[in-house]
């Protein structure tokens, strides 16, 4: 008998060709979620003339003036899989290091992805909603998709978690679609995801060290490995869209989003206070300094090659705080911090390494 609950539920997403145009899901990449949000948005308006004698609004001058979607998504950091989600959230595309290579001949693959831009690249997510009646489930397609803000995170003893928030064009389900699309697309058949996750053993936070960049590649010369870390460790990314680009002849659906502010880093970690005070006194001095996120898990290829994630911005602040005696045990310090442009190297750069060869 068919699941009739959310244990029967699948997303996958696929780039579009054409901004809004649901794209073919036939060779889209499944993704093991925990949870969504998202949902079609729509904005009535109520026209309030007056007509004599009524005591209610009048049904017809109810209209629809804004479609919109999207909302979360969020799934455990995949060790394999991901590569196609960095090129949405970092706006790599075209970037020579975003694609996949090998190294050597050893089944490894690795990419480097750079902050860029997302404009002219839009993405489309399926996800299939059971039903309770008889299991069937139904398609629900999200076009026009867009990453405003990503986070990957991990508490002490967890698997790591990504969180994407997704702006789309439209929602297409049941009978609901738009002049962009004739029809309704039918629910892609699963194919389950390969791969492990990352979680906290092998997670870890370099700081420091001296940046330089080759090739387009930035790297840190002697960082540190931060010691006596604590939960949570995070790195978030926030890239501001024009949301309202509502014409009169596409509405009331609206066009691209396009970035409309400068995107903004930032992360936190949190160590036991030792007595070396590096933190605060990077802190005080507001001293510019590197921080690096970074998970690694299996052996993977037949080298030396580990499975990796990591994110890595040259040049932030540190927005932490003095350390506070809360009670007898032992002291903490939570280090938030800001990522900016040194004018030299890659702002954002985000580094991955997997069995996935595309």
Not at 8 to 27: M, N
Not at 82 to 89: A, H, I, P, V
Not at 109 to 125: C, D, E, K, N, R
Not at 182 to 202: C, E, K
Request: hydrophobic share 35%; proline share 6%; aromatic share 10%.
């Amino acid at each position: 008998m068919a699941l009739e609950t959310g244990l029967a539920a699948q997303w996958c997403a696929f780039d579009e060709a054409t901004y809004g145009i649901a794209p073919s899901f036939s060779t889209a990449l499944f993704y093991a979620c925990d949870n969504d949000s998202l949902e079609l948005k729509k904005t009535p308006k109520q026209g309030t003339g007056i007509f004599a004698g009524s005591l209610i609004p009048r049904a017809g001058r109810r209209v629809i003036t804004e479609y919109s979607a999207g909302g979360g998504l969020v799934m455990e950091l995949p060790e394999r899989g991901m590569n196609q989600w960095l090129y949405r959230m970092m706006g790599s595309y075209g970037q020579t290091k975003a694609a996949l290579a090998e190294d050597g001949s050893t089944g490894a693959y690795s990419a480097v992805h750079v902050l860029g831009s997302t404009s002219g690249h839009s993405f489309a997510v399926q996800k299939g909603v059971p039903a309770v009646d008889g299991g069937t489930v139904e398609p629900f397609t999200y076009t026009g998709c867009k990453v405003s803000e990503w986070e990957v995170a991990a508490d002490m003893g967890e698997i790591a978690k990504l969180t994407l928030t997704i702006e789309g064009r439209n929602e297409l389900a049941g009978t609901h679609k738009d002049p962009l699309n004739s029809s309704v697309p039918t629910l892609q058949a699963y194919t389950a995801p390969l791969g492990g996750v990352f979680y906290w053993v092998g997670g870890s936070i370099y700081y420091g060290g001296t940046a330089s960049t080759s090739g387009g590649v930035t790297s840190m010369t002697s960082p540190t490995l931060a010691a006596n870390l604590k939960g949570p460790l995070s790195f978030k990314l926030t890239r501001p869209l024009d949301l309202e680009r509502y014409a009169p002849d596409v509405a009331p659906y609206r066009n691209e989003p396009l970035q409309n502010g400068l995107a903004t880093p930032s992360g936190a970690f949190t160590a036991e206070f030792l007595s070396a005070e590096t933190y605060y006194n990077a802190y005080a001095a507001d001293t510019a300094t590197a921080v690096e996120l970074q998970f690694t898990t299996i052996p993977i290829g037949t080298g030396a090659d580990i499975a990796t994630f990591s994110v890595l911005v040259p040049n932030v602040r540190l927005e932490g705080e003095s350390p506070k005696i809360t009670g007898p045990e032992v002291l903490t310090q939570t280090i938030p911090w800001s990522g900016l442009d040194d004018g030299t190297n890659n702002t954002v750069q985000a580094t991955y390494w997997t069995l996935d060869s595309a």
